[in-house]
């Protein structure tokens, strides 16, 4: 194998992170990497937040903004405040849609996701980790309202950033030949 494939395959989501949080230096180079991401017609169509200090205090408090005590599945506004906390950054990757005729607004959001999924193999590369998630506040308009984000802007999601707190036991992954297939067979 090389070195990028053995990246890849090394990969996982950190969901125990503590501090250090990477530095100027190495965000530059992970934004250089999210640049790279595949982007039909050079949109550019994706911007970045970053978050730290006492901004995930008031990034918790935008998130606590859609509690509803009605809804079962919605958690409560103590655990959206702490939410933030669980990394010593957070990094929102936002999607600008833009109106082009060759360019549906799907194509846009895959490119800040895969800028995000570069991210996280140059935040590896780096001794550094993350952990994507999406879930109702990325998708509520409170949310992105208290971000500051245009009627034309949505989330893709937030990377959780900074040192895995322990390392953690290899997942198992499947087998290509349980999810590939050849057509027209």
Same mark, same amino acid.
């Given at each position: 194998? #090389? +070195?990028?494939?053995?990246?890849?395959?090394?990969?996982?989501?950190?969901?125990?992170?503590?501090?250090? &949080?990477?530095?100027?230096?190495?965000?530059?180079? @992970? %934004?250089?990497?999210? $640049?790279?991401?595949?982007?039909? &017609?050079?949109?550019?169509?994706?911007?970045?937040? @970053? =978050?730290?200090?006492?901004?995930?205090? $008031?990034?918790?408090?935008? %998130? &606590?903004?859609?509690?509803?005590?009605?809804?079962?599945?919605?958690? #409560?506004?103590? +655990?959206?405040?702490?939410?933030?906390?669980?990394?010593?950054? @957070?990094?929102?990757?936002?999607?600008?849609?833009?109106?082009?005729? +060759?360019?549906?607004?799907?194509?846009?959001?895959?490119?800040?996701?895969?800028?995000?999924?570069?991210?996280?193999?140059?935040?590896? $590369?780096?001794? %550094?980790?993350?952990?994507?998630?999406?879930?109702? =506040?990325?998708?509520?308009?409170?949310?992105?309202?208290?971000?500051?984000?245009?009627? #034309?802007?949505?989330?893709?999601? %937030?990377?959780? @950033?900074?040192?895995?707190?322990?390392? +953690?036991?290899?997942?198992?992954?499947?087998?290509?030949?349980?999810?590939?297939?050849?057509?027209?067979?």
């Amino acid at each position: 194998m #090389n +070195k990028t494939i053995d990246s890849i395959l090394g990969r996982s989501s950190e969901p125990r992170l503590t501090t250090p &949080a990477p530095d100027r230096d190495v965000l530059e180079d @992970v %934004f250089a990497c999210a $640049a790279r991401a595949p982007d039909h &017609a050079l949109l550019r169509p994706w911007r970045y937040l @970053v =978050v730290e200090g006492e901004g995930l205090t $008031a990034l918790g408090e935008v %998130f &606590a903004r859609i509690a509803d005590p009605e809804d079962p599945l919605m958690p #409560n506004a103590d +655990k959206l405040r702490q939410m933030p906390l669980r990394a010593p950054m @957070v990094i929102v990757g936002i999607t600008r849609h833009q109106s082009h005729p +060759k360019v549906p607004e799907v194509e846009e959001s895959i490119s800040t996701g895969c800028g995000m999924a570069y991210m996280l193999l140059a935040l590896q $590369a780096r001794g %550094f980790a993350g952990m994507w998630r999406t879930g109702a =506040v990325a998708y509520h308009p409170a949310v992105r309202e208290g971000l500051g984000l245009e009627a #034309n802007e949505t989330i893709t999601g %937030f990377l959780y @950033v900074g040192t895995p707190a322990a390392e +953690k036991p290899a997942l198992e992954r499947p087998e290509p030949a349980r999810f590939v297939s050849r057509w027209p067979d």
